[in-house]
């Protein structure tokens, strides 16, 4: 608020009352319109009128909308010269503007000079403690404010609630003791506070405790729903996501923009076509546009599909063309295995005046990876910046995954090195990359280096280590690494590890160790781990033990050629003749044809 930008001479004064400059002012405030409502006070100081402790809250709010730090203390000299510091509403609005602001000693230093306050006073200074997530000293202030005899009211529980929105600076405890108030003060049937608790529990991946809040719940609102939708979507429960969709519907609750978000991303998960149909047709329905994110999220979702003509269409039709919705298309093809459309797309984007950020990098790299191709790197090379490969994981990690693609192993490390943070996609990219080189006592020295950095590996990781022993022949290493995963990290082993597992063994011509690792395994993985078993035979030479898994294929997985081709390439290398054109001739009576092999060059 530049009160000093008007002058009389310079500015015609309209002389009015009081009540009218608050009328306007008010009317700004509610509209929205935070900037017109600090030149009006402007106006009207110049008319030779200052505010009253109705002006001056409407004021400092506008201020805390602007984040305005500079504003607000201009005013709040202004409003101590003229004689309302001590006003318990003036005094409960800088304590908001100050914390909006980001000044939480000066929000805490008002508070704490106010001669009296008001439930809404200490509402305001645990809210301003609930934006830094600071949830002790909200806890220590709700404690204090028992302790003078004031009673909460539903804001302060919603206030003290909110301060739990990133569960790594509270613990649930905390917010099982904040339930219990809310119990004891006969507030659990107050939808915001509901909801509150609800939005809790589900941040700290309490589902359960949520839907029994959720169902507690008299009055649900759209809200109500939407956190439970969003709830079972974070756990991973998709069809809990519509089931209580349905319960919607069925409810004749009104579907806005934020469902959607959360409908479309459970459906991006299942990649069922029908469903991604269904429900944008029901969007169209409802008339909601095709905004970011929802326009972005289709396109995801029609991807996900294996619909592109449908994604491209939804493009298509965005009337603007965001940043994301580029970024969204060019993965779309890019992770549907067309990456010269990606590429193709990402040029027309720049063409299109669209500056790249990172995801959309990162996934150009990626496509120019899966085409193997290092010279259609170099055309988006112009457009990554050196300090963007040091510090945005996406484009490291995309780049280190090409350079390995193609060879440039050393490039890849140059990369790895250079970069200030590391998240697991660029330790697992990096280990990859030595595991396809066969440079596994690298992989393994950096899985160790991984660890006592504080990452935790996942499944991927695993992956790439079993691969890497693989392909480096360390037996001992790639079966200790698959126990460990499992005993200290619960990974469940998937068809890629036991498939790894088996070829760690094959190679090292532990035969009969494989076959019985093939035989224990889950019955839908053994289809998979057969080729490596059977290459291996034909290597060692063991006709026998490749007889036995011929007979398990063809009781298990009779129509895959892949393997019947492996074992009629072992007869033929034993000079077993007869039998090769025995098990040729079933291929061909059977219809059975391997899928040729196809270059991208």
């Known amino acids: 608020m530049q009160i000093h930008r008007f002058s009389p001479s310079s500015t015609l004064i309209i002389k009015r009352p009081l009540y009218l400059w608050n009328l306007s002012i008010r009317s700004s405030v509610n509209g929205g319109f935070f900037a017109e409502s600090l030149e009006t006070y402007s106006f009207m100081r110049h008319s030779g009128i200052h505010g009253n402790n109705f002006t001056f809250p ?22 101590i010269r003229v004689g309302f510091e001590s006003d318990i509403f003036v005094q409960t609005s800088l304590v908001d503007v100050y914390s909006k602001c980001s000044d939480l000693p000066a929000s805490r230093q008002v508070f704490d000079e106010m001669p009296t306050r008001s439930v809404i006073s200490w509402n305001s200074m645990i809210a301003a403690y609930s934006r830094g997530f600071g949830v002790n000293d909200a806890l220590k202030l709700f404690r204090e404010m028992l302790g003078v005899g004031f009673e909460p009211n539903s804001s302060t529980f919603v206030c ?18 904040v339930h219990g108030c809310i119990t004891k003060f006969q507030l659990h049937n107050d939808t915001p506070v509901a909801n509150s608790l609800m939005q809790m529990y589900v941040n700290f991946g309490q589902i359960d405790s949520a839907c029994s809040v959720f169902y507690a719940t008299v009055d649900k609102t759209v809200i109500s729903w939407t956190i439970m939708l969003g709830g079972y979507l974070k756990a991973g429960v998709i069809a809990k996501v519509f089931d209580i969709f349905s319960q919607m519907r069925q409810d004749n609750v009104v579907l806005d923009r934020f469902v959607f978000v959360d409908i479309i991303s459970s459906c991006i998960q299942l990649g069922n076509l029908f469903l991604a149909s269904s429900l944008h047709s029901l969007l169209l329905k409802t008339g909601l546009n095709y905004e970011d994110p929802i326009g972005c999220l289709l396109i995801s979702m029609y991807s996900k599909c294996g619909n592109l003509l449908s994604a491209r269409a939804v493009f298509d039709l965005l009337s603007e063309k965001s940043i994301y919705s580029w970024t969204s ?95 697991l996609a660029a330790w697992s990219s990096m280990m990859n990359g030595y595991a396809m080189h066969g440079m596994g006592e690298e992989a393994i020295n950096l899985f160790h280096e991984m660890q006592r950095s504080g990452i935790k590996p996942d499944a991927s990781v695993y992956a790439s280590i079993l691969l890497a022993c693989s392909h480096s022949g360390l037996v001992e290493d790639g079966l200790k690494h698959f126990k460990n995963m499992q005993l200290d990290f619960g990974i469940v082993p998937t068809v890629v590890h036991y498939t790894c597992l088996v070829d760690i063994l094959s190679r090292a011509g532990h035969l009969e160790l494989a076959l019985n690792t093939i035989q224990e395994m889950p019955t839908q993985f053994q289809a998979q781990a057969w080729a490596p078993f059977l290459s291996a035979c034909r290597t060692y030479c063991d006709v026998g033990l490749g007889e036995v898994a011929n007979r398990s294929i063809l009781c298990s997985n009779p129509r895959n050629p892949v393997n019947h081709v492996l074992m009629a390439n072992l007869y033929t290398s034993m000079g077993n003749w007869k039998e090769a054109a025995t098990l040729r001739s079933l291929i061909a009576d059977k219809g059975l044809v391997k899928e040729p092999g196809c270059s991208q060059l």
């Open 160 to 177: 003290l609630l909110s301060s739990f929105a990133d569960p790594t600076h509270g613990s649930l405890f905390q917010g099982l003791l």
């Open 58 to 79: 409407l004021l400092l709010k506008a201020c805390a909308n602007l984040a305005s730090i500079g504003d607000g203390t201009m005013l709040h000299a202004h409003l």
């Open 329 to 423: 298309m060019i993965s779309g093809y890019a992770n549907s295995g067309y990456p010269k459309e990606a590429l193709r797309l990402f040029t027309i984007a720049t063409q299109n005046n669209i500056r790249p950020n990172g995801a959309m990098l990162a996934t150009a790299v990626s496509a120019c990876a899966e085409l193997g191709s290092l010279s259609m790197y170099r055309e988006i090379e112009a457009f990554i910046q050196p300090n963007s490969v040091a510090s945005d994981c996406q484009v490291s990690t995309s780049l280190i995954h090409l350079y390995c693609k193609c060879g440039s192993i050393k490039k890849a490390e140059k990369v790895f090195n250079s970069m200030i943070h590391r998240d």
